[in-house]
């Protein structure tokens, strides 16, 4: 099993930018994709962005595409996600994700973002 450890995370005004980091405890190339996914009060944990590690391929939510950019650097072990003119509906508290080739996933314990004026 991995640790995955977030960080980044804060207070933003509408507009801003904040740029989120899960660091790995080992190799992430020893994992198959990687992503962040949110979760609100009281609202569904929904996937924002991944990345297949190996080949960098990336997908994004419609709510955040053109906005959000989901990065690797492997020689640092770590994963980023730079989110671009934020607004209060990104309010959440992010998870970052590592999913093996066989299919098992690691959480780490969030980072809260809050977009507030």
């Known amino acids: 099993q991995v640790q995955l450890v977030e960080s980044g995370g804060g207070l933003v005004q509408p507009g801003g930018s904040l740029r989120l980091s899960c660091a790995a405890s080992?190799?992430?190339?020893?994992?198959?994709?990687m992503g962040w996914y949110r979760q609100a009060p009281g609202k569904q944990r929904e996937l924002v962005a991944n990345?297949?590690?190996?080949?960098?391929?990336?997908f994004y939510a419609d709510s955040v595409k053109g906005r959000f950019t989901i990065s690797r650097d492997n020689a640092k072990n770590t994963v980023y996600l730079q989110m671009n003119s934020l607004k209060p509906e990104d309010t959440a508290v992010y998870y970052c994700?590592?999913?093996?080739?066989?299919?098992?996933?690691?959480w780490g314990q969030g980072t809260q973002v809050t977009v507030s004026s």
């Open positions: 994700n590592a999913q093996t080739h066989y299919g098992s996933d690691n």
């Open positions: 080992g190799s992430i190339v020893s994992a198959y994709a």
């Open positions: 990345i297949i590690i190996s080949r960098g391929s990336t």
